[in-house]
């Protein structure tokens, strides 16, 4: 008689995780990693647009901002796994089934492009200020193949794998042991939502000198970003009890009062609603110091909403 192995399962582990596993640094990884994708999807839509408005500036703001924000993402990846010294396993001994594997090997790619798009960059400057740059940027500029004809084909591929780059942390929170109030497909939506937010943001910021056109293409994908990011939530703060027992358990955190539930709202308000305010009244008068408190708003908020949304569903001890 064949007999079902999943009826003969022995536990070998079974104690409760009582504390908050991850913390602050994946709350900076993820808010980093938005910024660092963001600026590159929102940069390049800029730049096939309107490439005579806004010139070579975004062409170097583009790399500059993302390969910063993207090392920042990397460094508390590292730091924050519990053998750091063996990272370099991922990439020689390569688990194609783990998301952590090929999200790893995505990020270390899209870094990589980000460099030369960096080094491209750094090379038409020094090309302008000949006399005044470094004797090495002085030797970049002679290199003749990095050209704007070989930047325009890495920054497409540079937008192909920042999709997935800026997605696949939604796969690794879906794929949590007893956390049902992340789920991957909405968690997705979130995550790309995020990119858009933060990468108009900080371009709106960058770009203060840009025309109104420009700007108001940021506003507008700001506005939206913001405002879709916000019925999201809202849709998991009111109905996401209905998934299971453990959800309505977490959801007690924001709904209930504590630090969760006034940290929970400071973010949505300054994330989500100040913004898409002040991003309606800069479209009707054209104010510019608008858009960038509404900017410069989002960009913090998103940390503090992140935060909270990564903290509530391990404040119940796993057993």
Known sequence: MDTISATNAIVTLDVPIPEVIWGWMITLNMWAKSIGTGVVLVGAYLLARYKDKVGDSLKIAIPVISFIFLNIFLLFTLLDLHQPLRMWHIFAYPHWTSAITVGAWMATLFT?????????????VAISHKESVPKL??????VEFLDDEL???LLKVAVVLAIPVTLYTATIMGEATARELWQTPTELVQMLLAALLAGSAVLLIVGNGWSYEVKKDLAIILGVSAFFSFIIYMGEYFFG??????????LKAVQEGGAYHYLFWVGQWIAFIIPMVLVYFSLKSKSS???????????I???????????IPQLIPLS
Do not use: D, P
């Open 241 to 250: 009890h209905m998934k299971a027992e453990e959800v309505a358990a977490t």
């Open 112 to 124: 990589g492009i980000i460099f030369l798009l960096l080094i491209i960059a750094i090379r038409k």
């Open 301 to 311: 908020g998103l940390f503090l909403t992140k935060h909270v949304w990564l903290i």
């Open 151 to 153: 930047y325009s084909k």
């Open 137 to 142: 940027c002085q030797k970049l500029a002679k």
């Open 289 to 299: 110091s608008l858009l960038n408190l509404a900017s410069a708003l989002a960009i």
